[in-house]
C-alpha cells in the first residue's frame, strides 16, 4: 500500500465493507429462529453492525454510527440472551439493515437523509422499553459496551488537582505483557515533576535472578497541577497487575478553590486524552468519495485464483524460451523440440485464458443472496407460505453476467411467488401441502449456466394465454400451437396475464422485457408448466460476455460464426422437403414444425457455393422463440471465439452481435440470430406462418 | 479597395482558423493530392483484403484485424464516387482517428497511393470553393498550395457519418 | 525507522492504520488475520504489533499468545485495536500478553502517541 494512498479511497472501501457487512447481517438475520438464538449467527450479525458503528465513527460518518448503535444496542441484548428472538425484532432489524444499506450506498452524494433512521431509531427504542425481566435485572440498556473504560473510574477524590504520592507494587509477571515500569514513570514525569525510589531491592537474590520477572516496587512523588484522571490513566493498563495506592498531597484549601475550573477542564480534556475511551474520535470527515456505484467496478479476486495465474505465466515464459532457441539456427533434427513446444504452447494459452477468465468469475449466491429475504416478504405481502430452496449457488459465472442477471431472475422469482403459488387456502383445497415450494438452481452445462425457477404453484393456463394471444393478435385465430409454444407465448412483447396490476410483479415490465434482458446477454429463457403442478422457468446463459462458444460455418468465401447456445441442430434437407408459400418464403418441415429457411447469402448479398438446397446444410436456430433454418455451404469447426464490438469503430448492425479474430488472423462475423430473424423478416421473409403441421 | 480586401483576408483567415494549421499527410486519389491532418494519422499500411459486412454501402470494403482491434475500411475512391481502378502495388491503407458525436472511432482509408508531409501555415490554407458536385465540400477543410500542386485538405471527421451509413444509403447497396 | 505489524481484516482500517502510521514516520507491515500474521513474526521482528481482536483464522488474543511464545518477540510490545471494550476481552488479552488496549473507533493522534509511549 502506498503512502499517498487517498482518505477518500480508504472510506470507499468502508462503504463496500459495509455493504458487505449488511449483506452477512441480512443473510444471518433470515437464519435465525424466531426464539431460539443460535450464539455463533447472533455473534456474527453482532459483529458486522459494530464494525459499521466503529468504522463509521472512525470516518466520520456519525449517522450511519448513530444509527448503527441502537441496532447494535438490541442485537448485544439478544446476544446477551437478555431478550428474546422475535420476528418482530428480526423484522425490526431487517429494516434497519435497509435503511443502513440506503443511508450507506449515498455516502458520497453528500448529507445523508436520516429521517427513515429516525423512524426505526424510535421504533428500536420502543422495543427496548418493552424490557424483558432479564433486561431490568441486567442493569439496563445501551451502556454494556461503554461502561468499562478504565480511565473513567470515578474516585472519591477526582476533584483534587494537584500534588500525588503513588506506592506501585507491580507484580512479578507485569514485564510479559511489555508494560515496562519505566515507561510509566516517563509518562508520569511528563505530567510533573516526579521522584522515584525504588524499594525492596535490599531482598533481591541475584543467583537465582530472573530478569523477565520484576520484584521491585516503588514509591512515587509526582508534583504539578494533575488530577487524579491523568494519572488513573497512566496506570489505567496495569491496574490490576499491580499494588497501587494514589494519594493527594497539599491543603485542602487550594484544592477548593481551583475545582471549578478543573472540573470542566478535566472533563473536556479526558475523552481525548483517555487511551481506552469509547467515545468515537472520528477522523476528519471525508469530502468526496467517489460514487459507490451498485455495479462496483472493481473484482475481489481469490489469491489462489492470481497464484495460478503467475504459474501459467511462468510456464509460458518457460516455452517462450524453449522456442526462441529456434529463432537464428534451424535445425530438422530439432523438430520434435519445435512440435513440443508449440504443443506446450497451445496447452499454455489454453490454461491461460481460463485462469484469467475465472478471475472475472464469481459464485451466483451474490446474485441469489437476495432471495430469502425478498421470498420472505412477498410471501407475507401476499399471505403465502413459501419455502424457498436454493442449489448451487456456488456455480461461478462472469461477473458482467452476474450483474446483469439479477434484475431477470428478480422478475421470475416475483411471477413465481404472485402468480404461480396459490395462497394457503387453495392449496389445501387442492390437496397440496399449505407451504408451496419455490425452487433455485444453478449449475454447468458445458460452457453455459442453466439457471432454474421452479414453483410447485398452479401452473400456467394455457387455455387462457392462448385466448390473450388471440385476443391481443399476436396468434392467429385459426392458429393451433403446440403446448410449449402456448407455453413461451408469455415471453412475447404485448402479452399480459395480469387482470389488476399487483403491487408485487405488475410493474408495467412484462416478460418480454425479462426475455429481451437475457437475449442481451446472449442466453435465452424458456417456460415448462403443468396445471395444477407447477412451472419452471430454464434460463440458460453463457458463462462469459467475452468469450462465445461458436460454430463456424461457411458462405461461399465468408465463414461465419453462430453461437452454439442459439443452434438447436444442423440437418441437411432435400428440396423435396420445401414447400413454397405465398411464392416468397421456403419452409421445411422439421418433425410437427414448419421453420422458414433463411438464405445466408440472399440476406447478405454474397455468393454462395450453391443456392441448391440439397448441396448445403441447414443450420436450426432459434430466437425468442422462433425457429429458422439457417442455409450455409458447409459447417467448419466449434471454437470459442474472442468478442470483438464492431460498435466500437463501426457501428451496430443487424444480424450481427460483433466480430472476432480467427487463427489466421481475418475477422469473422458473429451472427445474432434474432437480428436475422428480423432482417428476413424485414427483407419480405414471412415468419407468421402456421406452426402445427398441416401434412 | 485594399480596405476590402484586407476584410475579406481576416474573415477568410478567421473561417479556416480552428487550427487548421499544421502538418498534413498527403496522398493521391484519381490524380489530386488531398491532405489529413497527421496528428490524426495512426499508421499506414498495405492493402489487404477485408471482411465484408453485409448491407453496407459499396465504399465500406469490410473490417480488418489491425493488431487486435477489429476496423472498418473505407474506399475513398467510392466514397468520393470516383471511378474505381483495381488495387496495386502502391495502393496503401492509412489508419486514421475519427471523432463523430463523441465517440472516437479507428478507420482505414483505402487510398492509390502516399505522397509527402507538408507542413502548413494558416495562411496558406484558403476555405473550400464550391467543387462543383463531384466532392461534397463538407469533407473538405480547404485548400493549399504547395510547390505549385493544389492540396485538398479534408476534415477527417467528416469522411464518414456513422450514424446516417446506412439508413439512406445502404437500402440502395441491399437491394 | 520503527517497524509495526498491523493487523486487521478490515481493508479500510488496515488501509486507515497504514495511513496514520506512515505519516507519523513508521514501516508498517500489514497481515489480514492472525494467521498471516505469525507466519510473518515466525521470521521477521518487527518493534511494535497492533492487532484487531475479531478475526477469521486466528484471532488476536491467540495471535498474541502465539507470539510471544516466539523468543523474538516476547518483549515486543503488542497493542490491540479493536471495537471490542469488554472487561472480560480486556482480561483475556492481558492474560495473552497484551501490552495495551484501545477501543476503535481511534483517534489517530491517541493511536500514535500511544505508539510513540510504549516504544519509547
Not at chain 1, 456455480?395 to 411467488?417: F, M, Y
Not at chain 1, 454462395?608 to 448445403?616: L, M, Y
Request: charged share 25%.
Amino acid at each position: 500500500m502506498s503512502l499517498d494512498i487517498d482518505m477518500a479511497e480508504i472510506a470507499q472501501l468502508f462503504i463496500e465493507e459495509s455493504m458487505e457487512g449488511l449483506d452477512i447481517m441480512e443473510s444471518e438475520l433470515m437464519n435465525l429462529e424466531p426464539g431460539a438464538a443460535d450464539s455463533e449467527t447472533m455473534n456474527t450479525i453482532f459483529r458486522a453492525a459494530h464494525s459499521i458503528k466503529g468504522g463509521g465513527a472512525t470516518f466520520g460518518f456519525a449517522e450511519i454510527s448513530e444509527f448503527a448503535h441502537h441496532v447494535e444496542t438490541l442485537l448485544d441484548e439478544m446476544r446477551q440472551g437478555q431478550r428474546a428472538v422475535t420476528t418482530e425484532a428480526v423484522d425490526l432489524m431487517l429494516q434497519s439493515v435497509d435503511c443502513l444499506r440506503d443511508m450507506t450506498s449515498t455516502l458520497s452524494d453528500g448529507p445523508t437523509d436520516t429521517t427513515r433512521a429516525k423512524e426505526l431509531e424510535i421504533q428500536l427504542e420502543t422495543m427496548m422499553q418493552h424490557a424483558s425481566p432479564v433486561a431490568v435485572a441486567a442493569g439496563g440498556v445501551g451502556q454494556k459496551g461503554s461502561q468499562d473504560a478504565p480511565a473513567g473510574e470515578p474516585a472519591d477524590d477526582n476533584s483534587h488537582v494537584g500534588s500525588w504520592d503513588i506506592h506501585f507494587k507491580p507484580h512479578a509477571d507485569i514485564l510479559r505483557s511489555c508494560n515496562d515500569p519505566l515507561r510509566i514513570f516517563r509518562e508520569l514525569a511528563s505530567l510533573g515533576e516526579l521522584d522515584v525510589c525504588a524499594q525492596g531491592a535490599e531482598n533481591l537474590d541475584f543467583e537465582k535472578l530472573d530478569p523477565e520477572e520484576c520484584l521491585l516496587a516503588w514509591k512515587l512523588s509526582l508534583r504539578g497541577d494533575i488530577s487524579r484522571g491523568q494519572i488513573d490513566e497512566t496506570f489505567a493498563w496495569v491496574q490490576d497487575e499491580c499494588e497501587l495506592v494514589i494519594e493527594p498531597v497539599g491543603d485542602a484549601t487550594s484544592q477548593d478553590e481551583s475545582n471549578a475550573v478543573d472540573a470542566s477542564e478535566e472533563a473536556s480534556a479526558e475523552p481525548v486524552a483517555a487511551p481506552a475511551s469509547n467515545e468515537p474520535a472520528p477522523v476528519k470527515p471525508v469530502a468526496k468519495a467517489p460514487a459507490a456505484s451498485q455495479e462496483s467496478s472493481s473484482i475481489r479476486v481469490n489469491i489462489d485464483k492470481v497464484d495460478a495465474l503467475i504459474n501459467l505465466v511462468g510456464e509460458l515464459v518457460i516455452t517462450q524460451s524453449m522456442l526462441s532457441r529456434f529463432n537464428g539456427d534451424y535445425d530438422f533434427t530439432q523438430l520434435h523440440i519445435l512440435r513440443e513446444g508449440l504443443t506446450q504452447l497451445s496447452r499454455n494459452t489454453r490454461e491461460l485464458q481460463e485462469s484469467v477468465m475465472a478471475i472475472r468469475m464469481l459464485p451466483i449466491s451474490f446474485a441469489f443472496s437476495r432471495f430469502p429475504r425478498l421470498v420472505r416478504d412477498t410471501g407475507n405481502a401476499l399471505g403465502k407460505q413459501v419455502e424457498l430452496r436454493v442449489n448451487g449457488e456456488n456455480t461461478e459465472l462472469d461477473k458482467t453476467v452476474l450483474e446483469k442477471i439479477g434484475d431477470p431472475l428478480v422478475h421470475l422469482v416475483r411471477n413465481s411467488l404472485d402468480h404461480g403459488l396459490e395462497t394457503p387456502e387453495v392449496r389445501k383445497a387442492a390437496g397440496k401441502p399449505e407451504t408451496g415450494v419455490l425452487e433455485l438452481n444453478a449449475n454447468h452445462e458445458g460452457g453455459n449456466i442453466v439457471i432454474e425457477i421452479i414453483d410447485d404453484g398452479a401452473g400456467i393456463n394455457k387455455e387462457r394465454v392462448l385466448s390473450i394471444a388471440r385476443e391481443r393478435g399476436l396468434v392467429e385465430p385459426d392458429e393451433e400451437l403446440s403446448d410449449e409454444r402456448i407455453t413461451n407465448l408469455i415471453f412475447m412483447a404485448g402479452f399480459s396475464t395480469v387482470d389488476k396490476v399487483s403491487d408485487l410483479s405488475g410493474r408495467g415490465v412484462g416478460m418480454d422485457v425479462v426475455r429481451r434482458n437475457i437475449a442481451d446477454l446472449g442466453g435465452h429463457v424458456t417456460a415448462q408448466t403443468e396445471t395444477g403442478k407447477g412451472s419452471k422457468f430454464t434460463i440458460r446463459l453463457p458463462l462469459t460476455l467475452a468469450i462465445l462458444d461458436g460454430q463456424l460455418v461457411r458462405v461461399g468465401k465468408e465463414t461465419y460464426i453462430i453461437s452454439l447456445l442459439s443452434i438447436v441442430e444442423t440437418i441437411q434437407v432435400g428440396s423435396d422437403m420445401i414447400n413454397k408459400v405465398a411464392g416468397s418464403s421456403e419452409l421445411f418441415r422439421l418433425r410437427d414444425e414448419y421453420l422458414p429457411v433463411v438464405r445466408l447469402h440472399e440476406l447478405f448479398g454474397i455468393e454462395a457455393d450453391s443456392t441448391n438446397i440439397d448441396d448445403g446444410l441447414l443450420v436450426v436456430a432459434e430466437a425468442n422463440g422462433q425457429r429458422i433454418g439457417i442455409f450455409v455451404d458447409d459447417l467448419q469447426e466449434q471454437q470459442q471465439v474472442v468478442i470483438k464490438s464492431l460498435e466500437s469503430n463501426y457501428k451496430q448492425m443487424l444480424g450481427i452481435s460483433g466480430a472476432t479474430i480467427l487463427g489466421d488472423g481475418t475477422v469473422a462475423l458473429i451472427m445474432d440470430v434474432p437480428g436475422l430473424i428480423q432482417l428476413f423478416h424485414n427483407k419480405g421473409g414471412k415468419l407468421d406462418m402456421p406452426a402445427t403441421a398441416t401434412a | 479597395m485594399t480596405a476590402l480586401r484586407k476584410q475579406v483576408d481576416e474573415l477568410t483567415s478567421q473561417a479556416a482558423e480552428g487550427d487548421a494549421a499544421g502538418q498534413y499527410l498527403t496522398f493521391l486519389l484519381a490524380g489530386e493530392e488531398y491532405g489529413v491532418e497527421i496528428l490524426r494519422v495512426q499508421e499506414i499500411k498495405g492493402w489487404d483484403s477485408a471482411t465484408p459486412i453485409p448491407n453496407t454501402p459499396e465504399h465500406v470494403l469490410g473490417v480488418l484485424n489491425l493488431r487486435g482491434a477489429v476496423v472498418p475500411i473505407i474506399d475513398l475512391r467510392k466514397r468520393f464516387e470516383l471511378e474505381s481502378i483495381p488495387y496495386g502495388p502502391t495502393t496503401v491503407v492509412i489508419v486514421v482517428k475519427m471523432i463523430n458525436d463523441g465517440h472516437e472511432r479507428t478507420v482505414g482509408l483505402v487510398v492509390d497511393a502516399v505522397s509527402e508531409v507538408y507542413k502548413l501555415e494558416t495562411g496558406e490554407i484558403q476555405p473550400a470553393p464550391d467543387m462543383g458536385g463531384s466532392i461534397n465540400t463538407e469533407f473538405v477543410r480547404g485548400l493549399a498550395t504547395v510547390e505549385e500542386k493544389m492540396l485538398i485538405l479534408l476534415e477527417v471527421d467528416e469522411i464518414v457519418n456513422f450514424s446516417t451509413i446506412d439508413i439512406d444509403e445502404s437500402e440502395e447497396a441491399a437491394v | 525507522m520503527h517497524s509495526v505489524l498491523a493487523v486487521d481484516d478490515s481493508a479500510s482500517m488496515r488501509g486507515l492504520v497504514t495511513y496514520v502510521l506512515k505519516q507519523a514516520g513508521f514501516k508498517v507491515v500489514l497481515a489480514e488475520d492472525g494467521l498471516e500474521a505469525l507466519e510473518y513474526a515466525r521470521n521477521q521482528a518487527v518493534d511494535l504489533v497492533l492487532t484487531d481482536i475479531n478475526m477469521p483464522n486466528l484471532d488476536g488474543i491467540e495471535l498474541i499468545r502465539e507470539l510471544r511464545s516466539l523468543p523474538h518477540y516476547k518483549f515486543v510490545p503488542m497493542l490491540v485495536l479493536t471495537t471490542e471494550s469488554g472487561t472480560d476481552k480486556k482480561m483475556e488479552g492481558k492474560a495473552a500478553g497484551a501490552t495495551g488496549w484501545l477501543v476503535k473507533p481511534f483517534d489517530p493522534q491517541q493511536l500514535i502517541s500511544t505508539i510513540s509511549k510504549v516504544l519509547a
